[in-house]
């Protein structure tokens, strides 16, 4: 009886003393501007909930370390001071294999920080309905202004309502070096532009009228939301573009289109700039994006009245 006593003992000696099991743990680097960033803040949740199930901060060396997560899909958020938040989404925890898990932070100073997905659609404000944009690189959060573009507004969340951006993609992307300017009219622009799944396309719905800027009051700057339009200015349907830089030349009397009437900025990105960015940041052919990044779902998420 002794013995089996002693056995037990140094059998829940050894449970005790066991390090946690490196299947279950999730590494990283966070650096910002090519530099390791300390104190910033992990948080990891499952898909839809909004409880944290586990978080970290990382060290002066700007790794962390996040241990036990059962296996399974979990959302990371990083934020911290002086950075723009990040959320990587989809992301696998296998319980026979370690998970490595690094991003790129981008600095904010003297910018206004983002707020985390988890609290994007809170900053919403009155006349704006918050849409949330799911893609194989990460969540972006967009305010739709049905307030003071009411019929490109409305244009876009039938094309959400209805699924068309379900299963689309981010086609095509403009930066400095695949876009030649040609001053004065048409300076460096940097922009991403998405789509509705092309399967969708024959059933979608007739062009809509230009509400130029003039009229709305928007301005196209950087994180605007805006619609893709052809030559003549009645001619945008479902395709839209996000600005990574401020373009005067769209709004109305700029010269960007021959027309000058610019085009219809109806929206604003309230989180996932980063997300834009690494986006826009993928190979190209052209301004093709090569391949393109998947939408995986369009949600309307609420409004405030």
């Known amino acids: 009886m002794l013995l ?52 970290a901060t990382t060290g002066a060396d700007g790794t962390y370390r996040i241990n036990g997560l059962a296996r399974g899909v979990y959302r990371f958020e990083f934020a911290g001071d002086d950075v723009e938040s990040n959320a990587r989404s989809g992301i696998v925890v296998f319980e026979d ?23 994007a659609c809170n900053s919403v404000k009155a006349g704006e309905v918050c849409v949330r944009i799911e893609t194989s690189l990460g969540f972006m959060f967009l305010a739709i202004d049905t307030a003071h573009a009411p019929v490109t507004a409305a244009n876009f969340l039938k094309y959400v309502s209805g699924g068309f951006y379900t299963a689309g993609r981010f086609h095509r992307a403009t930066r400095p070096d695949n876009y030649k300017p040609v001053l004065p009219n ?21 062009p ?46 700029g010269k960007r289109f021959d027309d000058g009437q610019g085009a219809a900025a109806f929206g604003r990105v309230i989180t996932g700039m980063s997300v834009v960015r690494t986006i826009q940041q993928h190979p190209v052919t052209d301004q093709a994006l090569t391949p393109p990044v998947p939408i995986i779902a369009a949600v309307r998420i609420g409004s405030v009245q």
């Not at 140094?10 to 590494?27: D, E, L, N, R």
């Not at 990283?28 to 909004?50: H, Q, S």
């Not at 922009?191 to 399967?199: A, Y």
């Open 208 to 253: 809509i009228p230009l509400e130029r800027t003039s009229v709305t009051g928007l301005k196209h700057v950087r994180g605007t939301v805006s619609m893709a339009r052809g030559d003549a200015a009645d001619t945008a349907t479902s395709d839209f573009f996000i600005l990574l830089d401020d373009q005067p030349s769209l709004d109305f009397g």
């Open 97 to 119: 294999a370690p998970t490595e898990l690094s991003v790129v932070l981008h600095s904010t100073k003297g910018k206004t920080p983002e707020p985390l997905p988890s609290d």
């Open 4 to 55: 089996a006593l002693c056995a037990g003992l140094a059998a829940h000696a050894q449970q005790v003393a066991a390090p946690p099991s490196p299947k279950t743990v999730v590494t990283g680097v966070v650096t910002v501007e090519g530099k390791p960033a300390a104190g910033i803040t992990v948080r990891v949740t499952r898909p839809g909930a909004a409880d944290a199930v586990a978080t």
């Open 186 to 206: 048409r300076p460096m622009m940097e922009i991403i532009q998405g789509g509705i799944n092309p399967d969708m396309r024959a059933k979608g719905f007739p």
